[in-house]
């Protein structure tokens, strides 16, 4: 399965935009882009996925690299409500199984 | 709120024990997959049931069984238990594998093996 890479934590004031990387230099053409996020004290939740185009949605938006070997989420205004793990992950497109592999995914800290 | 719903919230037991976990998924969802989250582990895929069948297995122990059944809730079994099966243990669920759907998740079953 292709890897990715993000940072371990990264810190970002309320109530302003957040922008958190990922690397997955080894992508198949065939992968998508999903992101998930953990909040304390829950389970994994869907935050938005994609292919080659940017997407939006209500929760953020995804903006992928034109060589795909990059994406990045953006909260577009953090709250307090948006400090969670933050899990980038790829899946094949027609994979019989769909299992999830979650790497350990950038906890983000949101300073009131 | 998921739709996806485990018992029992926590369980605590003694190594060597046995142990059931339950879960049952989103209305309608036939696919069920477990997962365990442990400190050191990170999270990580079980193993996945599609419409009572298992579909998938990953990284889970011969001490660990699982099964879905007809009304499509699933049990997940762990016996011998050590002090390292001490995790959070999550089951999601979706309607169609191997098409992107989302995977909702539970809110899981924290145990604690003493």
């Known amino acids: 399965d292709a890897k990715t890479t993000q940072p371990n934590s990264m810190e970002s004031n309320e109530e302003e935009p957040v922008h958190l990387p990922c690397n997955h230099s080894t992508i198949s053409g065939t992968d998508y882009i999903h992101w998930y996020r953990q909040l304390p004290s829950q389970g994994p939740e869907y935050v938005i996925h994609g292919l080659t185009s940017n997407v939006n949605n209500r929760m953020a938006s995804l903006a992928i690299a034109e060589d795909r070997k990059s994406s990045t989420l953006i909260l577009h205004r953090a709250t307090l409500r948006d400090a969670a793990v933050y899990y980038c992950?790829?899946?094949?497109?027609?994979?019989?199984?769909?299992?999830?592999?979650f790497g350990k995914g950038t906890r983000l800290h949101i300073l009131p | 709120d998921s739709g996806v719903t485990q018992t029992p919230k926590h369980l605590i037991t003694a190594t060597g024990q046995r142990v059931t976990l339950r879960c049952s998924p989103r209305?309608?969802?036939?696919?069920v997959y477990w997962y365990q989250q442990s400190l050191d582990q990170g999270l990580q895929f079980l193993i996945q049931y599609y419409n009572g069948e298992e579909r998938a297995k990953g990284n889970i122990l011969e001490r660990f069984s699982a099964q879905q059944f007809p009304d499509l809730h699933s049990e997940l079994n762990l016996s011998s238990l050590e002090l390292g099966d001490s995790a959070l243990y999550f089951c999601a669920s979706n309607a169609n594998p191997g098409r992107q759907e989302t995977q909702y998740f539970g809110p899981g079953t924290r145990l604690l093996v003493l």
């Open positions: 992950i790829l899946r094949p497109t027609m994979n019989r199984d769909d299992k999830i592999i």
């Open positions: 209305s309608g969802d036939l696919s």
